[in-house]
């Protein structure tokens, strides 16, 4: 039977017996560089706070504008993945996501924050098209009841990129200004040399041989069968499921950029040694992602997302309760929390829309700007109360993705409610 994941698109029953290994080996790749170079800027905003003078809610502007970016391209990426397929979109974002790694250089010279925000915001149109491509054609590479074990799988190889990235963010750009005073010019090789390998990989990408899509106004899934739907925006667990999947971006991220600050205030250590200790939050929801890909071919997905929430919650209840190495051990294992939600809510969402997936891939996407809005909000806490106080935005978020886990995902069109 074909599988109908996509709006729009269907897989005939031929390409069921086709060897997708080479196109998930390249999508852990895609993975690796997004988790990457994301994670990277939860070095800059410590970087950019102490070589500018700048506030957190001044420093988080280096989220805002890089997350801002989904909710702004989000679904004009869409409208281009659908012109240009998802092989081509997926090389036309790592060479966007390139160009704006090489405006680092003149950015670095003329030593201006603005100019820096400015090629971030580039770098992440990439990202967004690489998003909007890869999700959607991960579910399509094989059956529609393991898509969530085969997107956490995905995520769980290219988490390694978010493990390494603030190791090498803490060497190459937080050690040196820690230690010369290099200013701006601390980022400017590391993001060179990565523009360059992006390059790399859209050349790579661009002469493998992936297997294609096809697609078909004739079939239709579940939703259509019920009756002819006047909009996308009709489905409880999508408009449900975009909300979770701002407030999880958001309270992801935002732990994730402020853990650099809030481990050296705790332990009294440099900004540097403790962006060491971001490796193990990210490196966590590696590992929580390598335990979901089997556990989710067991475990109910909803019911693994209300149980991550609920530990979530308690974790920075502890954290913020308490002090040294049990606050600091305490909100890195959030992370591990994080590692599947993404892909659960992600796949709840998108449960039975059938032809209207596409579009509703676009609006996920464009529900990662929470990573903008949250980080901010986090930041503007940070400055005028505490780190308390702070925290509770993502324990907020939490809370809304632990309703989504138990009650919010259900849906008369979801083959998963």
């Known amino acids: 039977m074909a599988n109908i994941v996509s709006p729009d698109v269907v897989v005939s029953d031929a390409s069921d ?37 700048l506030t957190y809610t001044e420093s988080s502007l280096v989220q805002f504008y890089f997350f801002l970016t989904y909710g702004v391209m989000s679904i004009p990426a869409g409208k281009i ?38 090629a971030l915001f580039v770098v992440a149109i990439g990202i967004v098209l690489l998003q909007v491509a890869a999700n959607p054609y991960i579910t399509v590479l094989g059956p529609a009841k393991t898509a969530s074990s085969r997107l956490t799988l995905i995520q769980g190889v290219g988490s390694l990129g978010t493990t390494v990235a603030p190791l090498f963010g803490a060497y190459f750009i ?34 493998l041989s992936l297997p294609m899509i096809s697609t078909s106004e004739a079939k239709a899934e579940k939703a259509s ?6 909009s ?17 971006v958001g309270a992801e991220v935002s732990v994730g950029t402020f853990l650099t600050n809030y481990i050296a205030d705790l332990l009294l250590i440099s900004e540097s040694e403790s962006n060491a200790y971001v490796a193990l939050y990210w490196g966590s929801m590696m590992v929580g992602r390598m335990l979901g890909f089997f556990g989710l071919k067991v475990y109910k997905p909803s019911s693994v997302l209300a149980a991550c929430a609920a530990i979530a919650i308690a974790l920075i209840c502890i954290s913020v309760n308490s002090e040294g190495y049990l606050a600091v051990w305490s909100m890195i294992a959030v992370g591990l929390c994080n590692s599947v939600m993404f892909a659960i809510i992600f796949s709840l969402s998108v449960s039975g829309l059938g032809t209207y997936t596409t579009r509703a891939s ?43 886990g138990v009650n919010g995902y259900k849906s008369r069109y979801s083959e998963l409610s």
């Not at 200013?183 to 990565?194: D, K, L, T």
């Open 17 to 53: 017996q086709q060897n997708y290994t080479p196109a998930l080996v390249s999508l852990a790749i895609l993975y690796f560089m997004m988790g990457f170079i994301t994670c990277l800027n939860d070095t800059l905003v410590p970087f950019f706070k102490e070589g500018f003078t």
């Open 81 to 118: 993945v659908e012109r240009v397929g998802y092989k081509y979109g997926m090389v036309l974002g790592f060479a966007v996501a390139a160009l704006g790694a090489f405006l680092f250089f003149p950015a670095s010279i003329l030593h201006q924050y603005y100019l820096f925000l400015a």
């Open 174 to 207: 937080l050690a040196p200004l820690q230690n010369t005073n290099a200013g701006s010019e601390a980022v400017r090789y590391p993001y060179i040399g990565i523009g360059l390998v992006l390059l790399l990989i859209a050349a790579v990408v661009y002469f």
């Open 225 to 230: 069968e019920e009756g002819d739907r006047k």
């Open 232 to 248: 996308v925006f009709s489905f409880r667990n999508l408009n449900l499921g975009a909300i979770a999947i701002f407030v999880y």
């Open 362 to 404: 676009g609006i996920l996407s464009t529900a990662i700007a929470g990573g903008a809005i949250i980080s901010f909000c986090q930041g503007f806490l940070i400055d005028n109360f505490s780190w308390t106080v702070a925290f509770m935005v993502p324990l907020v978020c939490y809370v809304y993705i632990l309703f989504y």
